[in-house]
């Protein structure tokens, strides 16, 4: 009779633990997608990445570089954007040739302006969250534009609150 119930103890045990180890092996499932979604984005465009820490340690370290937020102006950049982020819209799907409608009516040629003329200066853009294709967009056409430092920081201004940094607020 003890054997009995030690077998029905350990098969109900069993059974908890896979169905709970089912919900956390599900969790992976959308990680996954995103994650080699990004990986793609980065190799077609030839950028690299930062994370939050990293990014973190360039605005402290007073580098010289244009940290471009890619979110909408009023609906985001206005209400948080990274320290000495400067902000230029760009669309969330893939922005193949430039289109202004996309870009709230700026041009390749504002867009180059606002990174400056040095090709070899820091160029960092994000955008809200690892999902957003919006820095991505921007990151392409950086590079399209002949920038050589440029580097996508996924995370975007979730992240980067996340982490508990401070943000800048208004233009």
């Not at 819209?89 to 504002?110: H, Q, S, V, Y």
């Not at 090709?119 to 392409?140: E, L, Q, T």
């Not at 580097?151 to 996340?162: D, L, M, S, T, V």
């Amino acid at each position: 009779m003890r054997k009995i119930g030690f077998v029905a103890v350990l098969l109900v045990s069993v059974l908890l633990l896979a169905g709970c180890g089912q919900d956390a092996f599900k969790a992976e499932v959308p990680k996954d997608l995103e994650a080699v979604k990004l990986a793609r984005e980065v190799v077609a465009g030839g950028y690299g990445l930062l994370n939050h820490t990293e990014l973190k340690a360039l605005v402290d370290s007073g580098e010289d570089m244009v940290i471009v937020d890619a979110m909408p102006l009023e609906d985001s950049y206005v209400k948080q954007h990274v320290p000495g982020a400067v902000q230029f819209l760009f669309p969330i799907g893939a922005m193949e040739t430039w289109d202004t409608a996309e870009t709230a009516g700026k041009t390749e040629a504002e867009y180059e302006a606002l990174l400056g003329p040095d090709k070899n200066r820091r160029v960092v853009v994000y955008c809200g969250f690892v999902k957003c294709g919006r820095s991505h967009n921007a990151a392409i056409w950086a590079k399209k534009r002949g920038y050589i430092n440029v580097q996508r920081f996924p995370g975007g201004i979730f992240a980067w609150k996340g982490a508990g940094y401070e943000v800048a607020t208004g233009q």
